[in-house]
């Protein structure tokens, strides 16, 4: 079972593709390609968008960043509107080469492109700045070099946007929890690798050679969360795995990654999720396509 893999029209001799499209709904299943992926959506209030492990309800106009790989797809659902506008614009993940993206002058397009493997919903005051030069990318008939200039100064403004929001959870794909830390990434295989087991403060703290207090503060630096907020993303990002591609009961998924009061468990599903564990699997496996 795999989700559909979609193969765009970007050849390698572009440098990027851009999509204008008036719809009545969504009709194209969840989905992945390796280009990277920015998606204007307008008139679409009441549809369901699903990034990762993230599952949400858009407003009249959106802005997403999707990441290459990323799994993600837009769909009708309670969306009444006849005429939804989607502007997308698809580019080669390596349009910006690697060297390049070291150069200090790069580096919050760097951040921007390594949070887009969590999908980037920007603000409304963002979109609102940004929708008219996506349309105007795609209404001008210079098809050159300019416009990969337009197209690299609107990617240079959202990197500088504020007040942006990540959508899937960072342990949805494992290899996203990746830190520079030599401690912090040891630290992480293990609660990977022992996720479905009580794991205290005191043995992370053992590991990454510090004291707990010491290590509390250099988690919380690393991650963004404590260390019980840490391990429950980690175990939240096996879970939804777990709900997508297993048919074990919800108990037996949240038992089997470490968590053994469902009481909680449901409280800190829902809280992140903003979902039950019940309504996350009915809602995520009807958008799955079997290849």
Request: proline share 2%; hydrophobic share 40%; with cysteine.
């Amino acid at each position: 079972m795999e989700i559909f893999r979609e193969i765009t029209p970007l050849t390698p001799n572009d440098c990027f593709m851009i999509f204008s499209r008036h719809k009545k709904q969504f009709d194209f299943p969840l989905h992945t390609h390796n280009e990277i992926e920015l998606n204007l959506v307008i008139n679409g209030k009441g549809s369901q968008r699903i990034i990762g492990n993230h599952i949400g309800t858009i407003d009249d106009m959106e802005l997403v960043m999707v990441g290459s790989d990323v799994t993600h797809g837009w769909f009708t659902d309670q969306c009444q509107s006849e005429d939804i506008h989607e502007v997308t614009i698809q580019f080669h993940a390596d349009l910006f080469d690697e060297k390049f993206l070291k150069r200090n002058q790069m580096a919050n397009i760097r951040k921007m492109f390594e949070d887009a493997k969590r999908g980037i919903l920007f603000s409304r005051e963002t979109t609102e700045k940004v929708a008219p030069r996506i349309e105007a990318l795609y209404n001008n008939d210079n098809e050159g070099f300019h416009s990969v200039l337009d197209l690299l100064a609107i990617i240079y403004d959202l990197s500088m946007a504020e007040d942006v929001k990540l959508l899937s959870d960072p342990t949805f794909d494992q290899k996203q929890m990746r830190s520079n830390s030599r401690r912090i990434e040891s630290v992480f295989e293990y609660m990977n690798k022992n996720f479905n087991k009580q794991i205290t403060l005191s043995e992370v703290a053992q590991i990454a050679n510090m004291s707990e207090v010491s290590f509390s503060r250099f988690i919380k630096k690393h991650t963004g969360f404590n260390f019980v907020e840490t391990l429950n993303e980690i175990r939240l990002g096996h879970v939804s795995r777990m709900l997508i591609d297993t048919n074990l009961t919800i108990s037996e998924v949240a038992f089997c990654c470490g968590f053994n009061n469902m009481a909680n468990f449901n409280r800190i599903f829902k809280r992140k999720k903003g979902l039950t564990p019940n309504k996350f699997r009915k809602t995520y496996m009807p958008k799955k396509i079997y290849v």
